[in-house]
């Protein structure tokens, strides 16, 4: 490009636009420099006073200290000269900017080897108005860049993969498969994954299209088909068929549909290298099941279906909602007759690395899968891998497990008693809520005696501490330790059937055990559920409860005066019981056997739900539902 005089001050101007200090002169603030005009080697400031919105002043030659350019004024305070008084310099606005230059801070235009683009041309400065090399692109100019094959993070289709242009602007590179299975396609317009499966449809709740069902350590005599059926239960909380595909590596295993607010249950194979036996810990390729859905649906698994005597059930995640940290519940080992508690990562995605940092109960473990005796580990699984942390003494609870991708975890016992003096034995098995997910505030009630509609059955309750030195408070007050010293340690609260609100500094984990048979709180063996954060409630639920079963109730816990119903009756006044002075209730409702176990709760505000169902010597206890939204520490 030519440099004479004619077209110097024309190409100074556009190159300070170029560099954002362009404003619309009609729009500018009220106050600043007059016009003001440099000629010669030193630059004459501008007469310094009140200027009207969008006044304009210009400057050419050679300022104090650099080269002078076009510079508006309008500003707040302007100058006409180099870089201390240079017009448009460092302290020059324009078009009513309110601290925008309109050259560099020394008075250059342009800064050498700075690239800017012309249409699709890409012009490289040379530091003093012009331009040391002009090339034209063959694809696209990106300002700063120059020739680039893409525009950084521009998003396309290729086919179901949507690839994003790389920081570089070199190459599109593949990050997200539109999954069929979920309905999902590539939107060309947007060059994003759209369908009611989505990320952007689907929020951070239980309700989701991909979910990993797992089976887990049970006592033996229990996980034989087709006496005992470990099953998954889908219910379809949209509007439309959802069809649904179960897979376990390569193979399919199942495909149905599931009519809007219906539920299927179906059962899978048991997998013996996870259920069968007692250790050692181990790592099972492609050992969990993948259950993936057109449409957005709730997922549990039983292990086993049937009401037999030793039993528990999970609420499973959804994929979307996993995490990649966690502290772990589970049950001591009872070494009384050799039986474990475990704890089971799943991955969702090939290369997954998984690191175990044991609590300091958690240090006993029968090594195996990449696991050392001492319960510390760092494997990486493959989607669908399960690695399985079994026992040899002591108890896995308060173990932190972190990864580099979002992992599935589930908790539990291949059977126990709880409290160990009273019988009988039951399975314990629980989806843990991500670390992120977890919060500060829950509330606590214990189960209804399933005999008595007036009496209560008792619990254990364990609070986790996920950092050190969290102070712990109770409304109504109970009569135990209100300090944790370390990440990971718990305080248990022994049988009783207290309600109460638990509060804490830092982020808790809270569990609940449901006692045995002959503790005297009627029928039940024991079951486990962890608490709900009371930040994650929800003011709509679908949820399963198994007809199957003897007996089955929701347990509700809402804000005094909340309107609340369940399959669209509303819950009793006189059902209601407060918690302490805290301004929440709690009920029990038996749930009907007479349909196909979906049930709804609605309320008028959030509320929390906990299902279980008993017969003699067997149980099950899960969340009813919850959101998972991110909560700070």
Request: charged fraction near 10%; include cysteine.
């Amino acid at each position: 490009m030519r440099k004479d005089s004619s077209n110097f001050t024309v190409f100074l101007g556009a190159c300070a636009c170029l560099l954002g200090a362009c404003g619309d002169g009609g729009s500018g603030r009220t106050g600043g420099a007059s016009s003001g005009t440099a000629t010669g080697g030193t630059a004459t400031a501008g007469t310094a006073g009140t200027a009207t919105a969008g006044t304009v002043g210009t400057a050419t030659g050679v300022g104090s200290t650099g080269t002078a350019t076009t510079g508006t004024a309008g500003g707040s305070t302007g100058t006409a000269g180099g870089s201390t008084g240079t017009a448009g310099g460092s302290t020059g606005t324009a078009g009513g900017g309110s601290s925008g230059t309109t050259a560099g801070t020394t008075g250059g235009v342009c800064p050498a080897g700075t690239i800017v683009c012309e249409g699709n041309t890409a012009k490289e400065c040379d530091g003093m108005g012009g331009f040391t090399q002009e090339t034209p692109c063959a694809e696209v100019c990106v300002e700063g860049l120059g020739c680039a094959t893409c525009v950084p993070g521009e998003a396309q289709c290729n086919g179901d993969t949507v690839e994003v242009c790389d920081p570089n602007g070199e190459m599109f590179v593949p990050t997200e498969t539109c999954d069929p299975l979920q309905g999902q396609v590539c939107d060309a317009q947007f060059g994003q994954c759209s369908g009611a499966c989505s990320q952007g449809a689907l929020g951070l709740s239980y309700i989701g299209c991909d979910y990993y069902p797992t089976v887990t350590q049970q006592y033996d005599l229990y996980n034989t088909s087709p006496k005992d059926d470990f099953a998954v239960a889908v219910a379809n909380t949209s509007g439309s068929t959802a069809t649904v595909t179960v897979t376990r590596g390569a193979n399919t295993v199942a495909m149905f549909d599931v009519m809007p607010g219906d539920v299927v249950v179906r059962v899978l194979p048991w997998v013996d290298a996870l259920t069968k036996g007692t250790g050692p810990s181990v790592l099972v390729t492609d050992g969990a099941y993948r259950l993936r859905s057109t449409q957005p649906v709730t997922v549990y698994q039983y292990n086993p279906i049937e009401a037999t005597t030793t039993n528990d059930a999970s609420l499973l995640l959804p994929v979307n909602a996993w995490g990649a940290e966690y502290i772990v519940g589970a049950w001591p080992h009872w070494s009384a007759i050799n039986l474990p508690g475990f704890y089971a990562v799943v991955a969702g995605e090939d290369g997954t690395t998984v690191t175990l940092t044991p609590s300091g109960t958690g240090g006993q473990v029968q090594a195996g899968g990449g696991v050392a005796a001492n319960g510390t580990a760092q494997v990486t699984l493959d989607q669908g891998d399960v690695l399985q942390v079994i026992t040899s003494g002591g108890d896995l609870t308060g173990t932190r497990v972190t990864s580099d991708k979002p992992v599935q975890v589930i908790g539990g016992h291949d059977c126990t008693n709880i409290p160990f003096q009273f019988a009988a034995c039951d399975h314990l098995e629980e989806a843990i809520i991500p670390l992120d997910a977890l919060a500060k505030e829950y509330f606590v009630v214990p189960p209804i005696h399933p005999s008595d509609p007036n009496a209560e059955k008792a619990q254990i309750v364990r609070i986790v501490a996920t950092e050190p030195n969290t102070t712990l408070s109770f409304d109504p007050d109970q009569p135990v330790n209100k300090t944790l010293t370390n990440a990971g340690d718990y305080l248990e609260i022994g049988m009783s059937t207290a309600a109460y609100r638990v509060s804490a500094d830092k982020k808790i984990l809270v569990l609940q055990y449901m006692v045995g048979q002959t503790a005297g709180y009627g029928l039940s063996d024991p079951a486990m559920v962890q608490g709900i954060p009371a930040e994650q409630f929800r003011q709509d639920y679908l949820f399963h409860a198994a007809p199957t079963w003897v007996v089955n109730f929701v347990d509700i816990v809402a804000p005094d005066g909340a309107a609340v119903e369940v399959d669209g009756s509303p819950v009793s006044p006189m059902a209601w019981q407060p918690i302490g002075a805290t301004g929440w209730s709690y009920a029990h409702v038996q749930l009907s056997n007479a349909g196909n176990g979906n049930h709804t709760v609605t309320g008028s505000q959030g509320v929390g739900i906990t299902v279980y169902g008993v017969q003699s010597a067997g149980s099950y206890w899960y969340p009813g539902g919850l959101d998972l939204s991110i909560i700070p520490q």
